[in-house]
């Protein structure tokens, strides 16, 4: 009963990492890294999804707007038997949209406009952070597991 029940919550079930770099230049459009998947006992994976999510923030204070949108995402629809006591890793490629708004087009397009968009940025108080996120399917759990890192884009 209670093996039965630690594999429903995904207890000493699968465990996966994401490996990547800190940093990535924003002109390439993808992601280069691994994933290591082990497991404490046998599981199944029916699928791995990566996800790059930006986070962008503005505003001030009481005033602050935040919304979170995925720019890029890689379904790995493979299924893996992991053994006990066994590591996998897998190389993935995920690939992204660089969205531009209005301000950053007007900024390359003329060299006096970088200045002007730059200091009303500031003074909005606009920034993006990004992260990345894989989530396996496994097999007879509830709860799946997910790494989450922290990524700068140049």
């Known amino acids: 009963m209670l093996k039965r029940f630690k594999k429903v919550l995904g207890i000493e079930g699968a465990r996966i990492e994401l490996r990547v770099k800190d940093s990535y230049p924003k ?16 599981q199944f994976i029916n699928s ?12 001030r204070k009481k ?12 379904v790995v629809d493979q299924k893996i038997k992991i053994s006990k006591n066994e590591e996998q890793l897998i190389d ?22 970088k200045g002007i968009v730059k200091a009303a940025k500031f003074a909005k108080g606009v920034s993006s ?10 097999k007879g759990t509830k709860l799946d597991p997910v790494d989450t890192k922290t990524v700068t884009l140049n």
């Open 48 to 59: 791995i999804t990566i996800k790059l999510l930006e986070k962008y923030k503005r505003g």
């Open 92 to 113: 993935f490629t995920l690939e992204f949209v660089d969205g531009e708004s209005p301000m950053d087009f007007l900024a390359k397009k003329n060299f006096f406009y």
């Open 129 to 138: 952070s990004y992260r990345i996120e894989a989530t396996a399917d496994v």
């Open 63 to 74: 005033n602050v707007l935040i919304d979170e949108y995925v720019i890029g995402e890689l």
């Open 27 to 42: 002109a390439s459009l993808k992601i280069e890294g691994q994933i290591s998947i082990s497991s404490l006992s046998d």
